[in-house]
């Protein structure tokens, strides 16, 4: 195992994988048009609830800094109504 893996050995490897004259289907058995077709729509409806859960994590964070800045903006308002009681 005093054997390095080199970057030719890589080139070696995939230059060999791409020569053979089979069809690329047998490099991924099992996949075949209705099955990519599957998969995409598989994936893309997880894409779209990701996606849905992003935009209510964005909502929720856009109001709690709204909250923020309005506690912010209150807040020398009761300071000064607390220090000068009339």
Not at 13 to 24: A, D, G, H, V
Not at 38 to 54: G, Y
Request: proline residues 6%.
């Amino acid at each position: 195992m005093s054997d390095k893996f080199s970057p030719n050995d890589a080139f070696a490897f995939f230059n060999n994988l791409w020569k053979q004259s089979e069809p690329l289907s047998n490099l991924f058995p099992g996949l075949n048009e209705d099955e990519l077709e599957r998969k995409i729509v598989e994936l893309k409806v997880v894409e779209n609830w990701l996606q849905a859960n992003l935009n209510m994590l964005s909502v929720s964070i856009k109001t709690l800094e709204l909250q923020q800045a309005t506690l912010a903006a209150m807040r020398p308002a009761d300071k000064g109504t607390a220090a000068n009681p009339e």
